[in-house]
Each structure stands twice: as structure tokens, then as C-alpha cells.
């Protein structure tokens, strides 16, 4: 089976046995998806899809589509997905990292990036790109603090009002 491992997690391809936990834990990160309103460019699979279709993008392989469960002591944490060869074939596109809130602020954020960066080189990926909303300022601290500091994209349909998407798209370049 293929995993990703450090000091302190165990992240493992995700399958249907883990559907429940995942379900409930995405219960809790569904506050995090209300940060814009709907709209076409904001899309977000269901952890079912994620499981049985995967999240592809237009045009793109199920085979480099991978989605794992992020463990500590065995117990179910956060869940992580990317998608290999993302418009090239040395970049990956990062489109789902969530931890549970009472795992965070203890560097466990960091020690997911640094792991999935060493497995991507491994793959001879140089770049990783992801998407986060312009409302989200944590989320863009967090990820410019660990590398994604390339900005791509700006995507939305007005200033910021609260009824207009905002978004940004973001990359790290691999060393």
C-alpha cells in the first residue's frame, strides 16, 4: 500500500472502509467551503466522489489521482488529496488538505507539506499548485509560510463584496 510517512503521521491511500470517519470529519471542514458563494469556478467533491471518481480535472487520468487518510496514533486526522501531471508533467495540484481543528497549531500542517514535497520529488515533480479563498487569510498564511509564495491566479468577479467568489491560485517550486 502506498503511504506517506514522518515522525508523528501515517498517511495512506484512502479507500471505502474509511468512508464514515472521513465523512464526519468533513462535516467540520464544511464551514471552510462557505467562505465564498457558489459559483462555477468554486468546485468541491464530496468525500464519496472523491473515493469512488476521484476529483479529476477536465481532460485529466484517474490513475494520478491519489487522495489519502492522515493518521496520528492510528486515528483518522485530516484527509489530503493531489493530482499528478496538472496541466504538465512535472506538476502536481494539491486540492484538499484538512486537518481537524483540534490537531492544528502544533506543526502538524508543516510536517504534511515537507512529507508530500519529499514524495513529489521522488515522482520528479518540480512544482505544486493550489487554490485557496482570497477570505481565507489563514490558509494563505499557512501555505505562503510553507513555500507557496508564486502567485498564479486571481479569480473573481468583482472586489470582494460578499455576495462575489474570490480566489487565488498559488504554487511552490520544488528545489
Given at each position: 500500500m502506498e503511504q506517506i510517512n514522518t515522525k508523528r503521521l501515517r498517511m495512506t491511500l484512502?479507500?471505502?472502509?474509511?468512508?464514515?470517519?472521513?465523512?464526519?470529519?468533513?462535516?467540520?471542514?464544511?464551514?471552510y467551503f462557505l467562505f465564498d458563494p457558489p459559483c462555477e469556478d468554486n468546485h468541491s467533491?464530496?468525500?464519496k466522489e472523491c473515493l469512488t471518481?476521484?476529483?479529476?480535472?477536465?481532460?485529466?487520468k484517474k490513475e494520478n489521482y491519489y487522495f489519502y487518510c492522515i493518521?496520528?496514533?492510528?486515528?483518522?486526522?485530516?484527509?489530503m488529496a493531489y493530482y499528478l501531471e496538472y496541466h504538465q508533467k512535472d506538476t502536481a495540484y494539491l486540492s484538499v488538505l484538512y486537518i481537524k481543528e483540534e490537531?492544528?497549531?502544533n506543526g502538524i500542517g508543516a510536517e504534511i507539506v515537507e512529507a508530500?514535497?519529499?514524495?513529489l520529488r521522488t515522482v520528479q515533480i518540480k512544482k505544486i499548485r493550489l487554490h485557496v479563498s482570497l477570505r481565507n487569510a489563514t490558509a494563505i498564511r499557512f501555505w505562503v509560510n510553507n513555500g507557496f509564495d508564486k502567485i498564479i491566479d486571481v479569480e473573481c468577479n468583482g472586489n470582494l463584496f460578499p455576495e462575489n467568489f474570490g480566489g487565488i491560485e498559488l504554487m511552490k517550486i520544488l528545489s
Open positions: 484512502a479507500d471505502m472502509n474509511d468512508l464514515a470517519e472521513l465523512e464526519s470529519i468533513e462535516k467540520e471542514c464544511d464551514k467533491c464530496t468525500i471518481i476521484g476529483d479529476i480535472p477536465l481532460g485529466g493518521r496520528q496514533d492510528g486515528i483518522i486526522i485530516g484527509f490537531y492544528r497549531k508530500l514535497t519529499q514524495k
